[in-house]
């Protein structure tokens, strides 16, 4: 039931690269990760992949497929046709390091810029309570894997290096939906994430949502309620009246 499939696969580092084509066995039951491996055991034993669990958990195998952003160990050989010929490349939004290893360290930047958790004052951990459909909003958001398809696919940052510094991404931008509809969070984060965090730079085209393998519902359920939450507070006439009055910036 064994085949050989004609792989096409970007090598290269920051200096340039291009696509080296490859035949490379294949099996029955095997996924992309697999003949990527078989290739660096057999053919090009210095090609850079990154990798860790091979189950679709740890997020680290992010690469794009025929153009796709995908997880290369949760793309089944048996999707594409046996005389298809299979192009794997880094991912488009970040720098590359080498091969099919990029350097992500721009979400990383961007999680930290996102204030922590703030819990009400008077209340010690093991005292929180909250309504189990509240836990349950939270917990969606929780399934990410951080293996950024959804940051890289966004077309704010995909093909604009200059907005990476003004937008956090789908990814962040969920982080703080994710808090702000949190019943025991005390911040106030809707200024900030327009503000500071590009919320408006999202028009909510979902794509994010369409390449997310946790199938989180990343537009609809975090970006467009936040976006609600920005717009209530922006047009609410009480606010208005009150950011007149005490002189807050929005
Ligand atoms: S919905 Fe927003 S965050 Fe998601 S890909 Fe589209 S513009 Fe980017
Ligand atoms: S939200 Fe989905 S696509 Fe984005 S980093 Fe998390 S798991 Fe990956
Ligand atoms: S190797 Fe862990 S998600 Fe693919």
Redesign the pocket.
């Known amino acids: 039931m064994s085949y050989q499939a004609s792989f096409r696969v970007w090598r290269g580092d920051e200096a340039g690269g291009d696509l080296r084509d490859y035949r490379v066995e294949v099996n029955e039951g095997e996924v992309v990760l697999d003949i990527i491996h078989r290739l660096q055991a057999t053919q090009a034993a210095d090609l850079a992949v990154r990798w860790n669990c091979k189950a679709g958990k740890c997020g680290s195998c992010s690469a794009e497929i025929n153009g796709r952003p995908r997880l290369l160990c949760m793309t089944r050989m048996s999707t594409f046709a046996e005389d298809e010929v299979i192009t794997v490349t880094p991912l488009r939004a970040f720098p590359v390091i080498r091969d099919l290893v990029t350097d992500v360290s721009f979400n990383y930047t961007k999680a930290r810029e996102i204030p922590s958790f703030t819990p009400p004052a008077g209340l010690g951990p093991g005292e929180y309570r909250m309504r189990q459909v509240d836990v349950e909003r939270s917990q969606e958001f929780r399934k990410c894997i951080e293996c950024y398809l959804?940051q890289n696919?966004?077309?704010?940052v995909r093909d604009h290096e200059e907005n990476k510094e003004n937008f956090a991404?789908?990814r962040y931008?969920m982080r703080i939906a994710e808090l702000e509809m949190h019943p025991l969070d005390a911040a106030d984060r809707r200024d900030a994430a327009q503000d500071e965090h590009g919320l408006g730079?999202?028009?909510?085209?979902?794509?994010?949502?369409e390449v997310c393998p946790e199938g989180i519902h990343?537009?609809d359920n975090a970006?467009i309620p936040m976006k609600e939450r920005v717009a209530d507070r922006k047009y609410d006439p009480i606010v208005w009246l009150g950011d007149k009055l005490f002189r807050r910036t929005r």
Not at 153 to 156: E, G, P, Q
């Open positions: 959804c696919t966004c077309h704010v991404g789908p931008l730079f999202c028009n909510i085209t979902k794509c994010c949502t990343i537009t970006l």
